[in-house]
């Protein structure tokens, strides 16, 4: 059960209905107020009893409606009303998506709070798309990152973090990886990598709106896929992957048409 004034930081997934998890959806059936992100998807908004208020606190056409203090001061006042706050984001509330900035701000403020784990796109995308992130033989780790963050969320300077993240030293260590908000770098990133050793025909996935009907998977070299992604006018949301386990899609590939180019 929610409490009165207190906080769920529920992970709606990637897309996919029923990818939520019971937990999420409880959550949501018991709630006053729900405060959801642009990426979560209608038919998840679907799932929210008419009684309930919701509140916007996404980005329209990549410009954020509201601002990243705004949101983290809403829920507490939401709560010091005494309402039952859901805030709900796509895929996991602590992947890429600042989960931990407001339930730090929750817990400054001593407003109750629990979180509920989500479906992150990094995984349930290549998933979808017929891609085992690890895979016996093929590889032990996986790195996950971000190929994006804007000026405004760097702590230390104003570089973006694309620019400070040493590609190189990543194509060194991990045969494997998942890269989340990269479309907008994708040339410095896959230029960085090659740099950093990666062969220009490494395997790589673009998958575009995973775990929806919308889903498009793009598979291509790190070498083309500037190219390709033009080519094909592939826009965000994607998760990049890159590395041998992408090849196992041609065998795997299970939930949409194909649309093999490229490679
Ligand atoms: C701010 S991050 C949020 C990540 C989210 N918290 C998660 O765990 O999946 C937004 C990025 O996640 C990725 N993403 C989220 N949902 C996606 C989807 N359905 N298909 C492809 N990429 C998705 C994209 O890289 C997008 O730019």
Excluded at 188 to 194: A, K
Excluded at 236 to 253: D, F, S, W
Aim: charged fraction near 20%.
């Amino acid at each position: 059960m929610i409490a009165p004034g207190s906080v769920v930081l529920v992970g709606a997934g990637p897309g996919d209905p029923d990818l939520l998890t019971l937990a999420a959806l409880k959550a949501l059936q018991q709630a006053d107020v729900v405060v959801h992100d642009a990426l979560v998807s209608p038919e998840i908004l679907d799932l929210i009893p008419a009684s309930c208020q919701r509140l916007f606190a996404g980005k329209r056409g990549g410009i954020p409606s509201i601002e990243q203090s705004d949101i983290s001061d809403t829920l507490v006042r939401l709560a010091q009303a005494g309402k039952r706050v859901v805030r709900l984001k796509g895929g996991d509330p602590f992947v890429f998506g600042r989960g931990g900035e407001e339930a730090l701000h929750l817990a400054q403020h001593g407003i109750p709070f629990r979180v509920v784990p989500g479906l992150t796109a990094g995984i349930a995308g290549p998933a979808y798309a017929g891609i085992p992130v690890t895979h016996r033989d093929v590889n032990a780790n996986v790195a996950f990152i971000t190929g994006h963050e804007s000026a405004e969320n760097a702590p230390f300077n104003t570089e973006s973090l694309s620019t400070r993240i040493d590609w190189e030293s990543i194509a060194r260590t991990f045969p494997v990886l998942v890269l989340y908000m990269a479309m907008e770098n994708l040339s410095l990133v896959t230029e960085r990598l090659m740099q950093g050793g990666c062969a220009a025909d490494t395997p790589m996935a673009v998958i575009c709106w995973a775990t929806t009907r919308r889903q498009q998977t793009l598979t291509t070299t790190l070498a083309q896929a500037v190219h390709d992604v033009q080519q094909h006018n592939l826009k965000p949301p994607a998760i990049v992957v890159i590395g041998e386990v992408v090849r196992l899609r041609q065998q795997l590939a299970w939930f949409e048409e194909q649309s093999e180019e490229g490679s």
